[in-house]
C-alpha cells in the first residue's frame, strides 16, 4: 500500500543552524502538502506542491517537490526557537493523503 | 477559527467500555476524516467519509466504528477500548476535490485507556 516515510524522525538545532527534513514516497505522488504542529497542538497548513520539480518559498521555509513526485524537502534556514515543532509531509496518492511520520524539530537557544 | 470541533478534549475510559468521539464542522466540507496520533507513527487514517452516508476504512479501521448521517458531524465510536487505543485523535476535514485540498485538523481527543 501507500507509504510516507520522512527523516530524520528528530532533529535538535541551535538556533540559527539550518533544519532539513526529507519525505518519499514508495509511489508517484499528484501533489505534496507540509503542515507543523507546535507541542500540544493539532497540524496547521503550511503549503501544497504540485509540479514536477517545484520549489516554493516561504520566508526562511524552502520547500521542494522532486522530479519524480516521489520525494519532497522542506528547509529551513537560520532556525528560530518559533521553529520548533513536528513537520509533516502528507502525500496524494490516487485518493487520500498518506501522511508521513513526521520530523519533531527541538531548536536550542 | 473553530470551524472544526471536538468533544471531548480529554478522556479516561476503561478497557472494554464503549467511548464515542464527536467532531463538527461548520465549513459544508465534502471530505472528513479521523486519524490517531503515536509516538513514532505520526498521523495514521482511521476512517474517511467523502460526504453524507459515505465512509471507507483508512489504515487503521479494527476496533473502530464511524458513521456520517450529517454532513457536519463525524463520530468516531471504540466499540470495546483497548490499551492500545490510547492516543491522541485527530478529526480533520477538506472541501474536497480541487486544486488546493488543505486538510483543516481539529484540537484533538486526548483519550487514554486504563
Known amino acids: 500500500g501507500q507509504q510516507v516515510m520522512q527523516i530524520p524522525q528528530y532533529q535538535h538545532v541551535q538556533e540559527g543552524e539550518d533544519f532539513t527534513t526529507y519525505c518519499n514516497s514508495s509511489t508517484t505522488l499528484s501533489n505534496i502538502q507540509w503542515y507543523k504542529q507546535r507541542p500540544g497542538g493539532h497540524p496547521v497548513f503550511l503549503i501544497q506542491l504540485v509540479k514536477s520539480g517545484e520549489v516554493k518559498k516561504q520566508k526562511r521555509l524552502t520547500f521542494q517537490f522532486g522530479e519524480a513526485k516521489k520525494n519532497s524537502s522542506l528547509h529551513i534556514t537560520a532556525t528560530q526557537t518559533t521553529d520548533v515543532g513536528t513537520y509533516f509531509c502528507a502525500g496524494r496518492g490516487s485518493n487520500q493523503f498518506y501522511f508521513g511520520t513526521g520530523t519533531s524539530l527541538t531548536v536550542i537557544p | 477559527d473553530a470551524g472544526i470541533t471536538q468533544s471531548p478534549r480529554y478522556k479516561i475510559t476503561e478497557t472494554g467500555r464503549q467511548v464515542t468521539l464527536m467532531c463538527h464542522q461548520t465549513?459544508?466540507?465534502?471530505?472528513m476524516f479521523w486519524y490517531r496520533q503515536d509516538l513514532g507513527h505520526g498521523l495514521r487514517l482511521i476512517y474517511y467519509?467523502?460526504?453524507?452516508?459515505?465512509?471507507d476504512k483508512g489504515e487503521v479501521p479494527d476496533g473502530y466504528v464511524v458513521s456520517r448521517s450529517k454532513t457536519e458531524n463525524f463520530p468516531l465510536t471504540l466499540e470495546s477500548a483497548t490499551r492500545s487505543q490510547t492516543s491522541v485523535y485527530f478529526c480533520?476535514?477538506?472541501?474536497?476535490?480541487?486544486?488546493?485540498?488543505?486538510?483543516?485538523f481539529g484540537e484533538g481527543s486526548w483519550l487514554t485507556v486504563v
Open positions: 465549513w459544508s466540507h465534502s471530505y
Open positions: 467519509s467523502a460526504a453524507a452516508d459515505i465512509t
Open positions: 480533520a476535514s477538506r472541501p474536497g476535490t480541487g486544486s488546493l485540498d488543505t486538510i483543516y
